[in-house]
């Protein structure tokens, strides 16, 4: 664990202070492991912060001190490499009155699939129960959205970033087993084709939407028939 650095978040009279953010998978987080933060936290007089993305950021820290910091939290880097898989955002849909599917197992299982994955470009996905899609998921790269009648629809290529964009619904009235073949076979045909620095967004721009969404189709219905084979 001593490995992994941090990032550099402010210089004030010469003296550098950084912050890191372990991963936390959706945002979930067990009592021991929220009261393990805050201890180590409290030891190198860091500062949390709850971020956007349903982690936990310690800032306020020594450069010196974050091989010890990382070694005494045993947690993994929410980020490694800056154009890959950031994070898997997650709605509290099994908790949720509001939900129309409990969605937490699939996005744990994408979580644990693609978190980390190398891409031409940072990448976010949320996967939500109801079309309330809480985490923002239509300003996401990727989004999974349960509808009204408990059948999934795909989002792609929104961003609330720099340069802002709607997301366009992909592929309606999916299973959760069409739902994450489709996430899978997105991210691979962005992989394949996309340019170093891409956004999803301006990729799909760049080729069209009908495009994409022929491609990606075609995609599903091959491997789909290679499975019942």
């Known amino acids: 664990m001593g490995n992994f650095g941090g990032n550099l978040q402010k210089i004030k009279n010469g003296k550098k202070t950084y912050g890191i953010t372990p991963h936390i998978p959706g945002g979930f987080v067990t009592p021991n492991t929220l009261i393990k933060i805050a201890e180590v936290a409290k030891k190198y007089k860091g500062v949390l912060k709850i971020t956007s993305g349903q982690r936990i950021l310690i800032t306020n820290l020594k450069e010196e001190d974050l091989p010890s910091i990382w070694n005494e939290l045993g947690m993994e880097p929410a980020v490694k490499t800056q154009n890959s898989i950031k994070n898997v955002e997650i709605c509290p849909a099994n908790f949720c009155k509001r939900s129309k599917y409990?969605?937490?197992?699939?996005?744990?299982?994408?979580?644990?699939?693609?978190?980390?994955?190398?891409?031409?470009?940072?990448?976010?996905?949320?996967?939500?129960?109801c079309r309330n899609a809480c985490t923002s998921a239509y300003s996401k790269d990727i989004g999974l959205i349960v509808d009204m009648d408990g059948k999934f629809f795909i989002t792609v290529?929104?961003?609330?970033?720099?340069?802002?964009?709607?997301?366009?619904?992909?592929?309606?009235?999916?299973?959760?087993?069409?739902?994450?073949?489709?996430?899978?076979?997105?991210?691979?045909?962005?992989?394949?084709?996309?340019?170093?620095?891409?956004?999803?967004g301006h990729f799909i721009d760049r080729i069209t939407i009908d495009k994409f969404r022929n491609d990606i189709i075609k995609e599903k219905n091959s491997k789909e028939e290679k499975n019942d084979n």
């Open 102 to 129: 409990p969605t937490i197992g699939l996005g744990m299982k994408i979580s644990n699939d693609f978190h980390g994955m190398e891409l031409p470009c940072r990448t976010k996905i949320a996967v939500v129960g």
């Open 157 to 200: 290529g929104g961003s609330a970033g720099f340069n802002p964009r709607n997301a366009d619904i992909l592929v309606k009235n999916l299973s959760e087993n069409e739902a994450y073949l489709l996430v899978k076979i997105v991210l691979e045909y962005y992989n394949e084709n996309a340019q170093m620095g891409e956004k999803l």
